[in-house]
């Protein structure tokens, strides 16, 4: 019986700390009609293998009118990627396809969508200069926030 109980505590344990660990994992951010986003800054641990985003659109706009999508890049590429990706067109997500730069990327949506992408922190350095920005054209200077790996 003790060892019954000791068990069953120890495994409590064990789906406690891996779902906190879950959690950390999991972003969630939303946009707006107003051209922005809810948050300017994002906190993810260094611990994390994949990270799960979900962005979504609380306004009524469509997504050829406020279109916003979630890119992930370093800081001192965010300005060249939103230049580039203005002539992609809506139907490549306002992005350069096969751009290298962009770590990550979330497809645009318009009021009332959401959408989700996992992606993995591999090459990453906790500490470094990492910003997430939309890409739809004219939204870089409303729509930038700090990406922060610990
Ligand atoms: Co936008």
Redesign the pocket.
Known sequence: MKTMLRTTAMMLALVMSGSLLAQDCELTID?NDQ?KYDKDELTVSSECSEVTLTLTHSGRMSVEQ????WVLAESGDVQAIARDGISAGLENEYLKPGDERVIAATE?IGGGESTTITFSLEGLEPGGSYEFF???P??VA??RGDFIIE
């Open positions: 946009s051209m406020m279109g916003h999508n645009q939309c890409s739809f004219g939204h409303m729509m």
